[in-house]
Protein backbone atom coordinates (compact mmCIF):
# COMPACT_ATOMS: atom_id res chain seq x y z
CA UNK A 1 0.00 0.00 0.00
CA UNK A 2 1.21 3.10 -0.97
CA UNK A 3 -0.40 6.54 0.28
CA UNK A 4 1.57 9.44 -0.81
CA UNK A 5 3.38 10.40 2.64
CA UNK A 6 2.80 6.67 4.06
CA UNK A 7 4.31 4.00 2.52
CA UNK A 8 3.05 0.45 3.21
CA UNK A 9 5.42 -2.75 2.89
CA UNK A 10 3.50 -6.19 3.18
CA UNK A 11 5.88 -9.50 3.25
CA UNK A 12 3.81 -12.46 2.03
CA UNK A 13 3.32 -13.75 5.51
CA UNK A 14 4.92 -17.65 4.91
CA UNK A 15 8.41 -17.98 4.32
CA UNK A 16 10.49 -15.71 2.99
CA UNK A 17 12.10 -16.32 -0.18
CA UNK A 18 15.00 -14.76 -2.07
CA UNK A 19 13.03 -13.19 -4.73
CA UNK A 20 10.92 -11.28 -1.54
CA UNK A 21 13.41 -10.47 0.11
CA UNK A 22 15.32 -8.90 -2.56
CA UNK A 23 12.27 -6.97 -3.56
CA UNK A 24 11.86 -5.97 0.17
CA UNK A 25 15.44 -4.62 0.12
CA UNK A 26 15.65 -2.50 -3.18
CA UNK A 27 12.35 -0.59 -2.15
CA UNK A 28 13.92 -0.29 1.06
CA UNK A 29 16.70 1.89 -0.88
CA UNK A 30 13.86 3.48 -2.96
CA UNK A 31 12.45 4.67 0.33
CA UNK A 32 15.33 6.21 1.65
CA UNK A 33 15.87 8.22 -1.49
CA UNK A 34 12.49 9.75 -1.86
CA UNK A 35 11.88 12.69 0.51
CA UNK A 36 8.11 13.01 0.22
CA UNK A 37 7.91 9.73 2.20
CA UNK A 38 7.17 10.42 5.56
CA UNK A 39 6.41 6.75 7.03
CA UNK A 40 6.99 3.13 6.59
CA UNK A 41 5.17 0.55 7.74
CA UNK A 42 6.16 -3.04 7.86
CA UNK A 43 3.42 -5.84 8.33
CA UNK A 44 2.54 -8.49 6.51
CA UNK A 45 -0.34 -10.05 3.80
CA UNK A 46 -0.87 -13.79 5.66
CA UNK A 47 -1.61 -15.06 9.11
CA UNK A 48 2.08 -14.67 10.52
CA UNK A 49 4.55 -11.95 9.97
CA UNK A 50 7.53 -14.42 8.78
CA UNK A 51 8.00 -17.75 9.67
CA UNK A 52 11.74 -18.18 8.90
CA UNK A 53 13.81 -18.81 5.74
CA UNK A 54 12.72 -20.69 2.72
CA UNK A 55 14.82 -23.28 1.64
CA UNK A 56 15.82 -20.64 -1.62
CA UNK A 57 17.22 -17.99 0.68
CA UNK A 58 20.74 -17.53 0.29
CA UNK A 59 21.38 -15.16 3.05
CA UNK A 60 24.85 -14.17 1.98
CA UNK A 61 23.72 -13.21 -1.36
CA UNK A 62 20.64 -10.67 -0.39
CA UNK A 63 22.92 -7.44 -0.72
CA UNK A 64 22.09 -5.03 1.04
CA UNK A 65 19.79 -7.82 3.29
CA UNK A 66 16.26 -6.37 3.94
CA UNK A 67 17.01 -5.78 7.79
CA UNK A 68 20.10 -3.63 6.81
CA UNK A 69 18.18 -2.02 3.92
CA UNK A 70 15.23 -1.04 6.43
CA UNK A 71 17.87 -0.09 9.28
CA UNK A 72 19.01 2.77 6.74
CA UNK A 73 15.60 4.22 6.30
CA UNK A 74 15.47 7.87 8.17
CA UNK A 75 11.74 8.04 8.20
CA UNK A 76 9.90 6.37 10.96
CA UNK A 77 9.31 2.91 10.83
CA UNK A 78 6.32 1.45 12.39
CA UNK A 79 6.24 -2.67 12.41
CA UNK A 80 2.90 -4.46 12.61
CA UNK A 81 3.28 -8.10 13.64
CA UNK A 82 0.62 -11.14 14.29
CA UNK A 83 1.17 -14.57 14.64
CA UNK A 84 4.96 -16.30 13.85
CA UNK A 85 7.66 -13.36 13.62
CA UNK A 86 10.56 -15.91 13.86
CA UNK A 87 14.11 -16.15 12.09
CA UNK A 88 14.79 -13.69 9.40
CA UNK A 89 10.99 -11.79 10.68
CA UNK A 90 12.32 -11.07 14.37
CA UNK A 91 15.93 -9.70 12.49
CA UNK A 92 13.50 -7.10 9.78
CA UNK A 93 11.07 -6.56 13.03
CA UNK A 94 14.18 -5.54 15.25
CA UNK A 95 14.86 -2.76 12.60
CA UNK A 96 11.48 -1.17 13.06
CA UNK A 97 11.31 2.02 15.31
CA UNK A 98 8.19 1.24 16.87
CA UNK A 99 6.91 -2.30 17.47
CA UNK A 100 3.16 -3.04 17.67
CA UNK A 101 1.97 -6.99 17.97
CA UNK A 102 -1.02 -8.31 17.92
CA UNK A 103 -1.94 -10.79 21.17
CA UNK A 104 -1.34 -14.06 19.19
CA UNK A 105 2.14 -12.78 17.67
CA UNK A 106 5.08 -14.81 18.96
CA UNK A 107 9.09 -14.44 18.73
CA UNK A 108 12.00 -16.80 17.95
CA UNK A 109 15.38 -16.47 16.80
CA UNK A 110 16.79 -20.27 17.31
CA UNK A 111 18.67 -20.27 14.05
CA UNK A 112 21.62 -21.71 16.67
CA UNK A 113 19.73 -24.71 16.95
CA UNK A 114 19.10 -25.82 13.33
CA UNK A 115 23.43 -25.29 12.95
CA UNK A 116 23.03 -21.52 11.54
CA UNK A 117 23.73 -18.13 12.65
CA UNK A 118 21.65 -15.19 11.83
CA UNK A 119 23.29 -13.31 9.58
CA UNK A 120 21.00 -10.51 9.50
CA UNK A 121 22.16 -8.33 12.39
CA UNK A 122 19.88 -10.74 15.05
CA UNK A 123 22.99 -11.38 17.15
CA UNK A 124 23.33 -7.49 17.60
CA UNK A 125 20.06 -5.83 17.61
CA UNK A 126 18.44 -8.42 19.75
CA UNK A 127 20.60 -7.90 22.99
CA UNK A 128 20.19 -4.32 21.84
CA UNK A 129 16.67 -4.31 22.39
CA UNK A 130 16.09 -6.63 25.55
CA UNK A 131 19.78 -7.49 27.12
CA UNK A 132 22.28 -10.16 26.84
CA UNK A 133 20.63 -12.72 29.25
CA UNK A 134 17.36 -12.96 27.92
CA UNK A 135 18.91 -12.47 23.43
CA UNK A 136 21.16 -15.27 24.66
CA UNK A 137 18.08 -17.61 25.74
CA UNK A 138 16.18 -16.81 22.96
CA UNK A 139 19.26 -17.61 20.53
CA UNK A 140 21.03 -20.69 22.40
CA UNK A 141 17.74 -22.51 23.64
CA UNK A 142 15.72 -21.67 20.92
CA UNK A 143 13.07 -19.82 23.11
CA UNK A 144 9.85 -18.92 21.33
CA UNK A 145 8.28 -16.15 23.39
CA UNK A 146 4.95 -14.83 23.44
CA UNK A 147 3.41 -11.30 22.93
CA UNK A 148 3.28 -10.75 26.77
CA UNK A 149 6.17 -11.88 26.95
CA UNK A 150 7.76 -9.79 24.16
CA UNK A 151 6.24 -6.76 25.42
CA UNK A 152 7.83 -7.04 28.57
CA UNK A 153 11.13 -7.77 27.66
CA UNK A 154 11.15 -4.80 25.14
CA UNK A 155 10.63 -6.57 21.66
CA UNK A 156 7.59 -5.18 21.10
CA UNK A 157 6.31 -1.43 22.39
CA UNK A 158 2.48 -1.92 22.14
CA UNK A 159 0.36 -4.99 22.47
CA UNK A 160 -3.58 -4.70 20.54
CA UNK A 161 -6.32 -6.35 20.16
CA UNK A 162 -7.05 -3.90 17.50
CA UNK A 163 -4.01 -3.68 15.38
CA UNK A 164 -4.75 -1.84 12.61
CA UNK A 165 -6.87 0.49 14.48
CA UNK A 166 -3.80 0.70 17.04
CA UNK A 167 -1.59 1.89 13.78
CA UNK A 168 -4.34 4.34 12.80
CA UNK A 169 -3.67 5.96 15.75
CA UNK A 170 -0.10 5.79 15.77
CA UNK A 171 0.22 7.22 12.09
CA UNK A 172 -1.99 10.98 13.32
CA UNK A 173 0.07 11.07 15.69
CA UNK A 174 3.42 10.63 13.14
CA UNK A 175 1.64 12.94 10.34
CA UNK A 176 1.33 15.74 12.67
CA UNK A 177 5.07 16.18 14.22
CA UNK A 178 7.33 17.55 12.57
CA UNK A 179 9.39 14.77 9.90
CA UNK A 180 12.51 16.94 10.08
CA UNK A 181 12.41 16.79 13.84
CA UNK A 182 11.39 12.66 13.36
CA UNK A 183 14.15 11.92 11.25
CA UNK A 184 17.05 13.80 13.23
CA UNK A 185 15.49 12.82 16.34
CA UNK A 186 15.63 9.03 14.88
CA UNK A 187 19.26 9.48 14.18
CA UNK A 188 20.25 11.16 16.99
CA UNK A 189 18.96 7.98 19.48
CA UNK A 190 20.72 5.28 16.77
CA UNK A 191 23.92 6.95 16.57
CA UNK A 192 24.26 8.34 20.04
CA UNK A 193 24.10 5.23 21.76
CA UNK A 194 27.10 3.18 19.61
CA UNK A 195 28.71 6.87 20.81
CA UNK A 196 30.59 7.77 24.21
CA UNK A 197 28.44 10.26 26.15
CA UNK A 198 30.40 13.18 26.10
CA UNK A 199 29.72 12.35 22.04
CA UNK A 200 26.24 11.63 21.68
CA UNK A 201 25.24 14.96 23.58
CA UNK A 202 27.52 17.07 20.59
CA UNK A 203 25.66 14.62 17.75
CA UNK A 204 22.06 15.81 19.51
CA UNK A 205 23.54 19.43 20.12
CA UNK A 206 24.56 19.59 16.31
CA UNK A 207 21.31 18.30 15.01
CA UNK A 208 19.84 21.04 16.98
CA UNK A 209 21.71 23.42 14.94
CA UNK A 210 20.33 21.94 12.19
CA UNK A 211 17.12 21.80 12.25
CA UNK A 212 17.28 25.25 13.70
CA UNK A 213 17.87 26.56 9.85
CA UNK A 214 14.47 24.87 8.75
CA UNK A 215 11.23 26.34 7.78
CA UNK A 216 9.54 23.20 10.16
CA UNK A 217 10.81 24.39 13.18
CA UNK A 218 9.93 28.35 12.13
CA UNK A 219 6.35 26.85 11.84
CA UNK A 220 6.56 24.61 15.09
CA UNK A 221 7.14 28.46 16.60
CA UNK A 222 4.51 30.32 14.97
CA UNK A 223 1.80 27.58 15.60
CA UNK A 224 2.47 27.27 19.05
CA UNK A 225 2.56 31.31 19.64
CA UNK A 226 -0.96 31.29 17.41
CA UNK A 227 -1.90 28.44 19.33
CA UNK A 228 -3.09 26.74 16.24
CA UNK A 229 -1.85 23.37 14.88
CA UNK A 230 1.35 23.33 12.82
CA UNK A 231 1.45 22.79 9.25
CA UNK A 232 5.09 20.91 8.68
CA UNK A 233 6.67 20.82 4.91
CA UNK A 234 8.98 19.16 5.63
CA UNK A 235 11.30 22.20 4.54
Request: negative net charge; aromatic residues 4%; glycine residues 10%.
Given at each position: ?132 GRATTMLLLGKSISSDVAISWGILHELTDT ?73
Open positions: MEDGAIVRLDLPGGELTSSTASQFSDRCSEIAQDRDVKIVVVSSLGTDFCVGAAKDLDRAEVVPDPASALAAVSVPVVGLFSGKCHSVGLEIALCCDIRVGARDSTFELSDPMMGIMPMWGGTQRLPRAIGTPEKTLEEQLVLLLGSGPIALAMAKESVYRGTELPLRDALRLEGDLNHQLAATQDRDEGLRSFFAKRPPDFSGR
